[in-house]
């Protein structure tokens, strides 16, 4: 780290031109759209709503409020725990804890009652889709790229291969990935899935979830409603697989780049001492990469819950609305139901959803990393 | 050391594996190559294999639709957008990587903030600023090349990786430049651009990709074909009626082509880690 | 905490200096009869592609090099129909505003309410420039109608409509037995289980015998429902009427069939077609805007005999659904709005209109258009006896929110045609349905 203070005045300097073009075409939007949420806004400005659009998508407010209340009584347990040495402090610890727990509980049944269930069930879907893809794809990406880096002697062609499904227009991804998971008997996945001596699924058409189907398949019919919501859909597995199968490529080549940076003479020293290819990875290429692999997460997190295009494109009816992710759903607001202050609204969340999570990945993760200083 | 024959197996195992699962990330590539090559029956039919190869549909997906000029737009925007951010995101990540000053992370927090909102609820203002700009500017914006490029002149994704990179460089570097009296622009130029060679490459290529795949805003931003790019000719094989998929996917070929090039260019220089000359020890 | 604050004060920064475009003052309708639209470039936008935009832009260059006025009208290619919708969206708030530009009645509906597009109504009526009475009854009075909304405003001119048929496979047909195609729905499950028995002897593939492929679509749905004489919309538009015997009875059948494998959904786009033209699928219900397509997917399919049909019905005569795009006249100014209905009164004059509908397969909305196309009908007997069935069209609900709902509908068909409960699906479908409405 460099520090010398004089440096302020070159820094904004520096950073002028991208933060002007940011603060015009990233930042002005967003102010814009919060701008529209406040209104009723088809095409044209109509009357304001205030706050209202908002109300509709996350509940009275009251239940918000509870909601928040229980978060910061919890945060504020936290904080006790550090120092919770008395018995007293315990107690207190303790009491925050629950009580900070009953009340957010208490406020999000409260917001889930009354406010817009479709909202809702695109956080849940979006929360399975980025649970599903981000480990996958982060993890995969790593190992692609330690392997395409360092052990292959063929690289350059397995290299190309990878990143295939990222540069192929999503016209012909779209069409295959939606062939092979077709309904049809015939189509790829069934036939795969016959060799399991598995019946026909119904892979991106089916609303149902994957315990749910396990159950019918065990030839259990009747099960607690649970397994139907708390789980993802097999059309979201699908979806979930394509999208892994897209980004994973584009990981593997960010982490490859992060991986040629690395100075050689640690990979050299490392070999001389004798570590085998295991602990090289662990002790040298890890700490050494990790500013990427952080990257990569907080991006992939970050346009996890934004994503769309992969998405939309493998929507059917059949998945009713199990792969609508927020996204989808601000999509549709716009583009089928004309309400564009209604989708600013709930863009709007969207983003304070994501901005949060990024601080809280950013103060988690962020200390992890190592800089190599 | 591990021993021969243990590694030939691992290594026979590995490559197996990555034979397989490049075959699935082909096969979509690989079907969109042999579409283009067949009739517009075949593909009506769903065969696998064209009987014969129709070269014509390149020719014809060139000739039809304008395919050059539309080409040829996409590489001047392409080339535009890239060099803008990369000069860009090499300036604003070197004070937020290297340099200490007030209002760092908020600022960081600020500019990761614009890849958290949905494009489309960003188009109409976005179209609304450029159509300001176009009436308040001495030179035009719209149907012209600065509302295809100067918006994405500089982007968060871009500014974050390159940010990543200089954090690991030592400062020994900074303090072995500043006794030779250079200052940070100097430094940032002469040391720092060359060791972030890889991280530069990689923000290009995907900046490439970005502004070569766009269509919403382009169509938006253009009414006439003087400056559309190559996604918009693909658009137009597709009719009420069903795309014609043999010439869509000729045409896919073909726009995919350059990015390919770039990336066989770009990988090479991932090589098995720089050698950092300037530092001992 | 300072982190947070930093991103409010930018965040008010922008909303502050967040700005709508200027407001179009709306333009009063002055006396028509005394407008000069001499000389007025007009612009025109259109999702047309391929050889539907050549046959537009001969047309347009026609227009402009014979009209009496001198009026230019440039057409412009301005991307699919949500691209079209996003460029009305901002050249309402301060772009600028085509002078035609193609519009679903969804979104035209949209663009009135925002004051984009005027009414064509005077403009119909003009002494001097509008339709005569003649002319105006030629428009096939169904489609008219649909590019109405309260109080006779019309915000739509249709140059053009497809309707949905029953295309079947005549050749297998004739083996099972058949005089003719369906003309009621028992009949229509017989044969289609009979397909099922009995494959099409020149399908290569016996393992896949199928009467029908059932697209999840809407519109399928709403051809069967009207062909049994129920609707989607009660008759003042106030309320949706989706649980109603028509609709379970068209749903029940196709469940029922599917159940016993004489159908099958469609498992991938165009998969009823693909199906089709190697001779597994005996029906499909499709629009007629795909007949060159099935034309050239069965003659390098399989190749067998083929033609076309209303769905069978259980109304007295056959019914079926039309849809298309119109063409509205963006508010600009009071000349150049004239010019571009003078546009779209030639264009959708009967010679251009056999002009048009042989190059882009759509058919016309002027009757006496049927003159001028004898040949074309020698050339094209399928075109022809779908041209017979204009005059019995219904169309699908033309409110605001529709599109949403035809989602909601898909879903439905899907769930309760694969074994779901009819009465909840059908219940929460009207329900959801009804609430969309609400929201404007």
């Given at each position: 780290?460099?520090r010398h ?18 603060g ?5 939007p967003?102010?814009?759209?919060f701008?529209?949420s ?27 409020l509870?909601?928040v209340?229980g ?15 008395s ?18 509980v ?8 009354t ?47 990878y ?6 227009p ?7 990935f939606?062939t092979?998971?077709?309904p049809n008997?015939g ?15 119904r892979w991106?058409?089916?609303s149902?979830?994957?315990p ?18 708390v ?35 640690y ?14 990875f662990?002790?040298?290429t890890l700490p050494?990469i ?21 998405i ?50 950013n103060?988690l ?9 | ?28 590539f ?5 579409s283009?090559f ?6 009506l ?16 997906a ?7 000029l ?5 590489l001047w ?10 000069l ?10 290297c ?11 600020v ?5 958290m ?6 188009m109409?203002?976005?179209?609304l ?12 914006w719209?149907?012209?090349?600065p509302?295809l ?9 871009s ?18 430049a ?14 720092v ?8 490459l ?10 070569w795949?766009?269509?919403g805003?382009?169509l ?9 790019p190559?996604?918009?000719?693909l658009?137009k ?12 996917m000729?045409g ?19 090589t ?10 | 905490?300072?982190?947070?604050k ?5 965040l ?8 709508v ?24 936008w259109?999702?047309?592609t ?12 026609e ?10 009208v ?16 901002v ?17 035209s ?35 008219m ?22 295309y ?9 037995g058949?005089?003719?195609p ?5 009949e ?7 397909a ?6 020149g ?9 029908f ?11 069967m ?17 989706l649980?109603t ?14 159940a016993?494998?004489?159908?099958e959904?469609?498992g991938?786009a ?16 499709r629009?007629?805007?795909?007949l060159?397509?099935?034309q050239?997917?069965?003659e390098s ?9 209303p ?17 509205s006249i ?17 264009f ?26 004898t ?11 779908a ?11 033309a ?8 989602r ?8 309760v045609v ?23």
């Amino acid at each position: 780290m460099i520090r010398h203070r004089s440096d302020t005045l070159t820094a904004w300097a520096l950073l002028s031109p991208a933060l002007l073009v940011l603060g015009v075409f990233g930042i002005f939007p967003i102010g814009y759209a919060f701008y529209v949420s406040l209104h009723r806004w088809r095409i044209k400005k109509e009357s304001v709503v205030g706050f209202g659009h908002y109300a509709k998508a996350l509940g009275e407010p009251v239940w918000l409020l509870c909601l928040v209340a229980g978060l910061a009584l919890l945060l504020l347990s936290r904080q006790l725990r550090s120092r919770a040495t008395s018995a007293g402090t315990r107690a207190t610890f303790l009491a925050l804890l629950a009580v900070g727990g009953l009340v957010a509980v208490r406020g999000f049944i409260g917001m889930y009652e009354t406010g817009d269930l479709r909202l809702f069930n695109a956080f849940k879907v979006t929360l399975f889709y980025a649970m599903g893809t981000i480990p996958c794809e982060v993890a995969g990406a790593l190992v692609l790229a330690y392997l395409l880096f360092r052990i292959l002697t063929v690289r350059g062609f397995f290299r190309i291969l990878y990143f295939l499904p990222y540069i192929t227009p999503m016209i012909a991804t779209a069409v295959v990935f939606r062939t092979i998971f077709s309904p049809n008997p015939g189509s790829l996945a069934n036939r795969f899935w016959s060799i399991f001596g598995s019946s026909n699924q119904r892979w991106l058409q089916e609303s149902r979830t994957v315990p749910a189907l396990l159950l019918q398949g065990m030839g259990i019919d009747v099960y607690p409603e649970w397994i139907d919501t708390v789980f993802p859909s097999l059309a979201l597995l699908c979806v979930i697989l394509y999208n892994i199968w897209v980004y994973i490529g584009y990981d593997t080549v960010i982490l490859l780049a992060g991986l040629s940076a690395i100075p050689r003479h640690y990979f050299e020293a490392a070999a001389i001492d004798g570590a085998s290819q295991w602990q090289q990875f662990r002790h040298v290429t890890l700490p050494l990469i990790s500013p990427t692999l952080f990257f990569i997460t907080l991006v992939a997190v970050i346009g996890t819950f934004k994503a769309f295009n992969h998405i939309y494109i493998m929507r059917t009816a059949g998945a009713q609305d199990s792969v609508d992710v927020a996204s989808v759903l601000i999509f549709d607001q716009i583009y089928q139901y004309h309400t564009a202050g209604y989708a600013s609204a709930l863009a709007l969340i969207l983003f304070v959803a994501i901005l949060m999570l990024t601080v809280v990945q950013n103060r988690l993760l962020g200390r992890r990393v190592f800089y190599g200083d | 050391m591990p021993n021969g024959s243990d590694r030939g197996i691992s290594q026979w195992l590995t490559y197996a594996g990555l034979t397989l699962t490049g075959a699935a990330a082909a096969l979509p590539f690989v079907w969109m190559m042999l579409s283009s090559f067949m009739t517009r029956g075949e593909t009506l039919r769903r065969v696998f294999l064209p009987a014969a190869v129709q070269w014509g549909n390149y020719i014809e997906a060139w000739s039809e639709e304008d395919f050059g000029l539309y080409f040829e737009n996409s590489l001047w925007i392409a080339l535009l957008v890239v060099g803008g951010t990369l000069l860009f995101s090499l300036m604003a990540a070197y004070p937020l990587a290297c340099m200490e000053f007030r209002g760092r992370e908020p600022i960081f927090v600020v500019i990761l903030a614009t890849l958290m909102i949905p494009e489309t609820v960003t188009m109409v203002p976005n179209f609304l600023t450029v159509s300001w700009l176009h009436q308040v500017s001495p030179f035009p914006w719209l149907n012209s090349w600065p509302a295809l490029t100067i918006p994405f002149m500089a982007s968060a994704f871009s500014i974050f990786l390159l940010r990543q990179f200089m954090r690991g460089i030592p400062g020994e570097l900074f303090d072995a430049a500043r006794i030779d009296g250079a200052g940070h622009l100097r430094f940032l130029f002469q040391i720092v651009l060359p060791l972030c060679r890889a991280p530069l490459l990689t923000v290009a290529m995907f900046t490439f990709i970005g502004s070569w795949n766009a269509l919403g805003w382009p169509l938006l931003v253009t009414n006439t074909p003087a400056w559309r790019p190559i996604a918009v000719a693909l658009q137009k094989f597709v009719s009420e009626a069903g795309p014609e998929v043999h010439l869509q996917m000729a045409g896919a070929v073909i726009a995919t082509i350059p990015v390919l090039i770039l990336y066989g260019l770009v990988q090479k220089e991932f090589t098995e880690g720089i050698s950092m000359s300037g530092l001992k020890g | 905490m300072k982190k947070h604050k930093v991103v409010w004060i930018c965040l008010l920064a922008g909303i502050l200096s967040g700005c709508v475009g200027p407001e179009q003052a709306p333009q009063d309708v002055a006396d028509l009869e005394s407008i000069n639209p001499a000389g007025q470039e007009i612009v025109f936008w259109y999702q047309h592609t391929r050889i539907r935009e050549e046959a537009l832009q001969e047309m347009i260059a026609e227009f402009n090099g014979t009209n009496p006025h001198k009026i230019q009208v440039r057409g412009e290619f301005a991307g699919g129909y949500g691209d079209i919708y996003n460029k009305m969206v901002v050249g309402l708030q301060g772009g600028s505003l085509p002078d035609l530009v193609v519009a679903y009645q969804n979104q035209s509906l949209e663009y009135h309410a925002a004051d984009g597009i005027v009414d064509l109504g005077p403009y119909i009526k003009s002494s001097a420039w509008g339709l005569s009475e003649a002319e105006h009854t030629d428009y096939v009075q169904a489609f008219m109608q649909q590019d109405q909304i309260a109080g006779g405003v019309q915000i739509g001119l249709p140059p053009n409509r497809s309707i949905e048929v029953i295309y079947y496979n005549a050749d297998w047909l004739q083996e099972l037995g058949a005089e003719g195609p369906p003309e009621s729905w028992q009949e229509f499950a017989r044969l289609c289980r009979a397909a099922r028995d009995q494959p099409f002897s020149g399908n290569e593939n016996k393992e896949r015998s199928l009467g029908f492929v059932l697209d999840e679509d809407a519109s399928r749905l709403a051809s069967m429902v009207f062909s049994r004489g129920g609707s989607f919309l009660n008759e003042q538009g106030s309320a949706y009427t989706l649980d109603t015997p028509e609709v379970r009875a068209s749903l029940e059948l196709m469940a029922e069939l599917l159940a016993d494998g004489s159908v099958e959904m469609m498992g991938e786009a165009y998969g009823d077609q693909t199906a089709f033209n190697v001779g597994e699928c005996l029906f499909i219900l499709r629009s007629t805007s795909g007949l060159p397509f099935v034309q050239e997917g069965v003659e390098s399919g399989v190749g067998f005999e083929w033609d076309v049909a209303p769905p069978p019905h259980t109304t007295p005569g056959p019914v079926v659904n039309f849809y298309g795009a119109s063409i509205s006249i963006g508010r600009t100014t009071q000349e150049r709005q004239l010019a571009a209905w003078l546009f779209l009164k030639w264009f959708t004059e009967p010679s251009q209109q056999a002009r048009w509908v042989q190059a882009s397969n759509y058919f016309p909305a002027r009757r006496s258009t049927q003159e001028l196309l004898t040949e074309y009908f020698q050339t094209n007997p399928r075109y022809q006896r779908a041209y017979a069935l204009l005059d019995y069209g219904t169309p699908e609900p033309a409110v605001a929110g529709y599109d949403g709902v035809r989602r909601m509908i898909s879903q439905a068909v899907v769930k309760v045609v694969q074994g779901g409960k009819i009465d909840p699906a059908l219940q929460k479908l009207q329900r959801e349905a009804n609430a969309t409405l609400e929201i404007y």
